[in-house]
């Protein structure tokens, strides 16, 4: 009978979830471990519907005086995570609630942030491999002129790498290793609103068959009657 009454006592009690972001994350953002239990407590009575529970009944819970609660609230505010808001409520009587969308931002612009700096490093690594590339098919290392270059394609002219490397590739094919000529391939792509290398390709791809038809139909034409003259002895 114990056993069911502790069952029923615990269904009854419900659950409180937390993000992972968060539990993982909460010093990052400039909350404290007791920050972070006050704040599930606070929760899990909001979730039931207690917009703005009894300090006392947190105190009790934490096995804390209710100073130390306040102050976490209060530190909790200071640090932009939590705001104590007013409302009416349907007979028109004002109320207090807690409102963590602060909290909530802090942790999206951490994220973004993070995004921002693993992209940040990607890009860093993709443009000195880019460089490697380059000073691998010169086969020495590139003067300052030449590092310029590339860093206006990438910061000036925002060509993409992969259409760096095509017109590097392009230029080992045709055997015309320079720098300026490279920017005219570029150019060029730009000038036809080629953004891709697969768009590359398929004008490529569109222009030899353009050149294919237009061979066929001259294949085709009648081969005129160049008549034979006989040059006379000598």
């Known amino acids: 009978m114990a ?78 995570l939590l705001v104590q808001r007013m409302k009416r409520d ?27 700096q693993q992209k940040n490093v990607k890009q860093t690594t993709a443009r000195e491999k880019l460089f490697a590339e380059i000073e691998s098919e010169f ?33 080992v094919i045709n055997g015309s290793l320079r720098f300026r000529y490279m920017d005219s391939i570029l150019m060029n792509w730009r000038k036809n609103n080629l953004k891709t290398p697969q768009e590359v390709e398929q004008d490529k791809q569109r222009y030899q068959s353009r050149m294919a038809q237009q061979g066929g139909h001259l294949g085709n034409r009648p081969i005129p009657n160049i008549p034979i003259l006989k040059l006379p002895d000598d």
């Open 3 to 80: 056993k069911q009454d502790f069952l029923f006592s615990y269904l009854q009690a419900g659950e409180t979830s937390i993000s992972n972001l968060l539990l993982h994350h909460y010093r990052e953002i400039g909350m404290t471990s007791g920050e972070l239990l006050v704040y599930l407590e606070l929760k899990s009575y909001i979730d039931r519907g207690i917009e703005n529970p009894s300090i006392t009944w947190i105190a009790e819970n934490l096995q804390t005086d209710e100073r130390t609660v306040y102050d976490q609230i209060h530190q909790m505010t200071e640090h932009q």
């Open 90 to 116: 349907a007979e028109g009587k004002e109320t207090a609630y807690y409102d963590f969308s602060p909290l909530i931002s802090r942790l999206v612009g951490r994220e973004g942030q993070i995004q921002s």
């Open 139 to 171: 086969g020495r290392p590139l003067t300052p002129m030449e590092i310029t270059y590339v860093n206006d394609w990438l910061d000036k002219d925002h060509y993409e790498i992969e259409m760096i490397r095509l017109a590097l590739k392009e230029a």
